[in-house]
């Protein structure tokens, strides 16, 4: 079944403790994104990558890093979470081919609380 | 890209046709007209995107008017499972690279 996974789906941690969330779809896509979504801010792109080793900032990178050393996986880390990273995270992936632009496949979410 | 317009919510019968609008007047040439869905907290669902042609999928149809200002999804025969936030994006097809914004969307019930 073609799909994008994440892991953990749910996860409580604590300030400062870093943590990594993982991303990864069966679909062969080049490019794949992370986004947040909190409640009134709707969703908002975190950081995406186009390709293995291509990765560019989104629209809130501050508090992220990501890695894209294989086509298949994108995790994101945070280094040291802090409360207002409090969110629900999703990430998502969509074929390419030279410029077109096609739908984007999301995964389930992961909801992060940091206390 | 063009920023959109949709009403903050809508409700439904069960079984009759869901019309959703969505106000896109400044859109360009080149952006394309996407929808998305997010049931309750679940990853958004791509539905159906379209140019300047009338499309129709498996899920649902995209009317957009002739001077694409403007654009209505329609659900033919909504059921319970179409309760949902629904996102009417415009944007650049070419320009995968950026942002794709969700706004708020429309939040559909479906009711019995």
């Known amino acids: 079944e073609a799909q994008v996974t994440q892991n953990p789906r749910y996860l409580i941690t604590v300030t400062g403790k870093k943590l990594t969330v993982t991303c990864s779809q069966n679909?062969?896509?080049?490019?794949m994104s992370w986004y947040r979504q909190d409640p009134g801010l709707g969703l908002r792109q975190i950081y995406y990558?186009?390709?293995?080793?291509?990765?560019d900032k989104g629209d809130v990178p501050e508090g992220y890093k990501v890695s894209r050393k294989e086509k298949r996986n994108f995790p994101l880390i945070l280094e040291s979470p802090s409360p207002n990273q409090t969110s629900l995270y999703f990430c998502a992936s969509s074929l390419s081919s030279g410029s077109i632009y096609y739908e984007q496949y999301f995964g389930p979410g992961t909801r992060l609380t940091v206390t | 890209d063009a920023k959109t317009t949709q009403p903050t919510s809508m409700d439904c019968a069960e079984g009759r046709a869901a019309n959703l609008p969505c106000n896109h007047s400044?859109?360009?040439?080149?952006?394309?007209v996407y929808w998305y869905r997010q049931i309750h907290s679940q990853g958004p669902q791509y539905i159906i995107h379209g140019l300047k042609n009338n499309e129709t999928n498996e899920m649902a149809s995209l009317i957009i008017t002739e001077d694409r200002k403007s654009s209505t999804l329609i659900l033919p025969h909504a059921t319970l499972r179409d309760t949902a936030v629904y996102y009417c994006?415009?944007?650049?097809?070419?320009?995968?690279?950026?942002?794709?914004?969700f706004g708020p969307g429309t939040r559909l019930s479906v009711l019995p």
């Open positions: 990558s186009m390709n293995v080793e291509v990765t």
């Open positions: 679909m062969n896509h080049e490019y």
């Open positions: 994006i415009v944007r650049v097809a070419q320009n995968y690279g950026q942002n794709f914004v």
């Open positions: 400044t859109i360009s040439g080149n952006e394309y």
